[in-house]
T-cell receptor, first 113, second 110 residues
Framework: EAQVTQNPRYLITVTGKKLTVTCSQNMNHEYMSWYRQDPGLGLRQIYYSMNVEVTDKGDVPEGYKVSRKEKRNFPLILESPSPNQTSLYFC????????????FGAGTRLSVL | EDQVTQSPEALRLQEGESSSLNCSYTVSGLRGLFWYRQDPGKGPEFLFTLYSAGEEKEKERLKATLTKKESFLHITAPKPEDSATYLCAVRTGGGNKLTFGTGTQLKVEL
């Protein structure tokens, strides 16, 4: 089954404790991105990757890091999480940067205390 | 700066009661307007892409239309399973970044 898998689905952590949210897709997609969803603000792009070893900032990249060492994986790293990073995070992928359909993962709900 | 505004924020319909959701946008260089459906606890699911004013697309009870300033998602004779949050997004520029609206939460009751 074609899918985008995020882990964990739920995470509660404390300020400053480094964490990684994993994202994996099994569709051989070139393009992957991360969004955060906050009430009243909609989904906002954090980082994206057009292919292996090619990443770039989205609209709200501060406090986040990403890497794309393999085509299927695109982890989101919070080196020193802060309470304002409490949010619902989604990973998405598409066949290429110009493909219409983006497939989203089920989301990771993060709480930073 | 690209802006997408959806209305209403929430809509409650009786089964079979048709209605429309609105998405108005202000962008420079539209390269596609997207409609997604989001169910609780799940990620957005792609519904439609529209590219130019006058274009329409249909899928089951849903029909999306596009003008130069807004898009409508028409829901004909909705059923309870159509209950979800409907998200509108626009793509501009050369990449695949989507700018989303805040969504319309639709509830269809028996």
């Amino acid at each position: 089954e074609a899918q985008v898998t995020q882990n964990p689905r739920y995470l509660i952590t404390v300020t400053g404790k480094k964490l990684t949210v994993t994202c994996s897709q099994n569709m051989n997609h070139e393009y992957m991105s991360w969004y955060r969803q906050d009430p009243g603000l909609g989904l906002r792009q954090i980082y994206y990757s057009m292919n292996v070893e090619v990443t770039d900032k989205g609209d709200v990249p501060e406090g986040y890091k990403v890497s794309r060492k393999e085509k299927r994986n695109f982890p989101l790293i919070l080196e020193s999480p802060s309470p304002n990073q409490t949010s619902l995070y989604f990973c998405a992928s598409s066949l290429s940067v110009s493909t219409d359909i983006q497939y989203f993962g089920a989301g990771t709900r993060l709480s930073v205390l | 700066e690209d802006q997408v505004t959806q209305s209403p924020e929430a809509l409650r319909l009786q089964e079979g009661e048709s209605s429309s959701l609105n998405c108005s946008y202000t962008v420079s260089g539209l390269r596609g307007l997207f409609w997604y459906r989001q169910d609780p606890g799940k990620g957005p699911e792609f519904l439609f892409t529209l590219y130019s004013a006058g274009e329409e697309k249909e899928k089951e009870r849903l029909k999306a239309t596009l003008t130069k300033k807004e898009s409508f998602l028409h829901i004909t004779a909705p059923k309870p399973e159509d209950s979800a949050t409907y998200l509108c997004a626009v793509r501009t520029g050369g990449g695949n970044k989507l700018t989303f609206g805040t969504g319309t939460q639709l509830k269809v009751e028996l």
